[in-house]
T-cell receptor, first 114, second 111 residues
């Protein structure tokens, strides 16, 4: 049981390049989330999904797109990277059971945009 | 818009001392979470508080929730160096809802 995994762990992009971050979970969780973490700002929600085939915007969705074609995977895309998107990105998943209401986080992806 | 504020943001304390981290939030919510993050690592769940008056303890850490005051506290008893980390609180309105995180409290425990 690997929990939540993220690919890649590190990436350097040039301004204007595109990339996709992959999040996978093997806990059969319905909910999945993408956050970014910047110094002094805690975690901010980018997009989230409440089930396969559904996505919704979070606090800071601009410049990102997501897809959830399979329940276990949640993809985060940057179509045209900007230096302001330099950050650490965390994926998380969560069950809908109210008695075990915890978000489980992946190890993070450190992205630098030059 | 839900806002979550933690204080202090930075805390340096000596081993053996006690201290409390505070988490205030702006709108009615019925669940609060505490997470720990070590430098360069991911977030680890510490506590989930699901009702007014809830208190949970694990080792030297104890968390409590007062939904009427919109306040949660994380109390550290007899701190040890291994507790050095950043602690986040997060608030969710209902089960399964999105979470809003505080800025984090960076705790350093000195020998």
């Amino acid at each position: 049981n690997a929990g939540v995994t993220q690919t890649p762990k590190f990436r350097v992009l040039k301004t204007g390049q595109s990339m996709t971050l992959l999040c996978a979970q093997d806990m059969n969780h319905e909910y999945m989330y993408w956050y970014r973490q910047d110094p002094g700002m805690g975690l901010r929600l980018i997009h989230y999904s409440v089930g396969e085939g559904t996505t919704a915007k979070g606090e800071v969705p601009d410049g990102y797109n997501v897809s959830r074609l399979k329940k276990q995977n949640f993809l985060l895309g940057l179509e045209s990277a900007a230096p302001s998107q330099t950050s650490v990105y965390f994926c998380a998943s969560r069950t809908t059971s109210p008695n075990t209401d915890t978000q489980y986080f992946g190890p993070g992806t450190r992205l630098t945009v030059l | 818009e839900l806002k979550v504020e933690q204080n202090p943001l930075f805390l340096s304390m000596q081993e053996g001392k006690n201290y409390t981290i505070y988490c205030n939030y702006s709108t009615t919510s019925d669940r609060l979470y505490w997470y720990r993050q070590d430098p360069g690592k991911s977030l680890e769940s510490l506590f989930v508080l699901l009702s007014n008056g809830a208190v949970k303890q694990e080792g030297r850490l104890m968390a409590s929730l007062d939904t009427k005051a919109r306040l949660s506290t994380l109390h550290i008893t007899a701190a040890v160096h291994d507790l050095s980390a950043t602690y986040f609180c997060a608030v969710g309105k209902t089960s399964g809802s999105r979470l809003t995180f505080g800025e984090g409290t960076q705790l350093t425990v000195n020998p």
